[in-house]
């Protein structure tokens, strides 16, 4: 059974950086656009960012836009988000997503409904 698993959350002061990573099994993890949702405490599921098949296309989220990057490494069934300048706002659970419909050549999703695939989630909280 496919499988996904975020690492990397934990406790960090605002203004601190942190990497998350999301370990791909089961599946031809190359095959599928990736992404990382966020949801807060009373909030909806929020899209953070997205990375095409091959790498060479992302979609960021505007609450992120020059803090937080994208990447991938196919040879390791990873992706990997991460995340500077960390604000308290930024606190949440952090879930991957696998696209597993994606096209090649395509722009990466930011609507959850396309990932099929998701991870648990991983806590990640900022103190101010």
């Known amino acids: 059974q496919a499988q996904l698993v975020e690492s990397g959350g934990g406790l960090v002061q605002a203004g601190g950086s942190l990497q998350l990573s999301c370990s791909a099994s089961?599946?031809?993890?190359?095959?599928?656009?990736m992404g990382w949702f966020r949801q807060a405490p009373g909030k909806e599921r929020e899209f953070v960012v997205s990375?095409?098949?091959?790498?060479?296309?992302?979609n960021i989220g505007d609450s992120v836009k020059g803090r937080f990057t994208i990447s991938r490494d196919n040879a390791k069934n990873t992706a990997y988000l991460q995340m500077n300048s960390l604000k308290p706002e930024d606190t949440a659970v952090y879930y991957c997503?696998?696209?597993?419909?994606?096209?090649?050549?395509?722009?990466?999703?930011?609507?959850?409904?396309?990932?099929?695939?998701w991870g648990q989630g991983t806590q990640v909280t900022v103190s101010s």
């Open positions: 089961r599946y031809t993890f190359s095959r599928s656009a």
């Open positions: 997503a696998a696209d597993t419909s994606a096209i090649l050549t395509a722009e990466p999703n930011t609507d959850s409904g396309s990932y099929e695939l």
């Open positions: 990375i095409s098949r091959n790498g060479r296309m992302t």
